[in-house]
């Protein structure tokens, strides 16, 4: 019993305790402990942007059709127009133009609408309907001839250019407002007078070609095989006529003309049309004159029909 005493008594550790933790000596050095450079720090990614949901198709639909009718044209509006028409119009357009045609007539249309909107355009699409029409009448009959038009009537730029040259100017002297508003009405005759005359001029030849019996030269009133340069016949020059006056009728309907400037130009088309026959007779193939191909004395043709219309305006019409 007595040595049991002498042993010191050691304090028992419940489990429910804390560890004991060795003693420190009082000039240990502390230990510092750093962080490995190798360990990175994990980032979540940030989220992918999310995509801008695409318009439905209703709304897509109702801004085009916004553009189109935008008033006034702005050129934005223009082009957009003359794209949808094209794409949805591509039949009728290959059957008579090249490809390097529809280009033009693509500058043509789109230069149209901005100075006159869509009335405008119209002027100018009933001219080509109207126009090819024509041209395609008994094609076949016409190339047995020799006096078709070449690709079986499809018509390349300079066509284009030397229907539309008169018009292209008068639309862009509207779009430039030369003039002010004074002027507007006059470029706006003489653009439609331009097309009037065009139309004259391509509907009574190709008539005559197709159903002429009998073809005089304009200057001598000789009978000359059809096709000839400077030939009219009776059949072409009365479906000239009616088709002028179709074209400013639809211009007058449209309400870019009224009636007596409607007059004035079927008036002014038939004037520069046989002004037109007088220089295929006198002077076009002859070999002073090589350089006078047939898309320049269109380019003539129509700017007589043109200027024609705004100087009757100006003088006889008074306003």
């Known amino acids: 019993m007595a040595s049991s005493l002498l042993i010191p008594l050691l304090p028992m550790s419940s489990p429910l305790s804390p560890p004991l933790r060795p003693l420190r000596s009082p000039n240990a050095v502390p230990v510092i402990r750093t962080r490995n450079p190798r360990s990175r720090v994990r980032r979540t990614p940030p989220p992918p942007p999310k995509a801008t949901p695409l318009p439905e198709p209703a709304a897509l639909q109702d801004s085009l059709l916004n553009l189109v009718r935008a008033s006034p044209p702005t050129w934005k509006s223009a082009v957009a127009s003359n794209l949808l028409i094209f794409v949805v119009g591509s039949p009728i357009l290959l059957s008579g133009l090249t490809a390097s045609g529809i280009g033009a007539a693509f500058l043509l249309g789109t230069l149209s609408w901005r100075a006159f909107g869509p009335s405008g355009f119209l002027i100018v699409a009933a001219y080509f309907v109207i126009g090819t029409a024509a041209t395609k009448l008994k094609i076949k009959q016409k190339e047995a001839l020799g006096v078709a038009e070449k690709r079986r009537g499809r018509r390349g730029p300079g066509s284009v250019i030397g229907s539309g040259a008169a018009g292209c100017v008068c639309a862009f002297l509207s779009i430039c407002n030369i003039g002010g508003a004074a ?49 009219v016949s009776m059949e072409g020059t009365v479906a000239g006529l009616l088709a002028s006056v179709l074209l400013a009728c639809i211009g007058y309907f449209l309400g870019k003309v009224d009636l007596p ?27 002073s004159f090589q350089w006078l191909n047939n898309d320049i004395v269109n380019v003539i043709n129509i700017s007589i029909g043109s200027i024609l219309a705004i100087l009757m305006q100006q003088f006889i019409l008074g306003h």
């Not at 005359?197 to 070609?209: A, M, N, Q, R």
């Not at 008036?267 to 070999?287: D, Y």
């Open 183 to 231: 002027s507007a009405a006059l470029w706006q005759l003489g653009f439609i007078a331009s097309f009037c005359t065009k139309l004259s001029d391509t509907v009574s030849s190709e008539i005559g070609k197709a159903y002429g019996k009998t073809t005089y030269l304009v200057t001598t009133f000789k009978v000359v095989p059809r096709g000839t340069e400077g030939a």
């Open 261 to 287: 400037q409607a007059a004035v130009c079927v008036l002014a088309s038939q004037i520069a049309n046989f002004g037109e026959s007088l220089i295929g007779a006198t002077l076009q193939e002859k070999n």
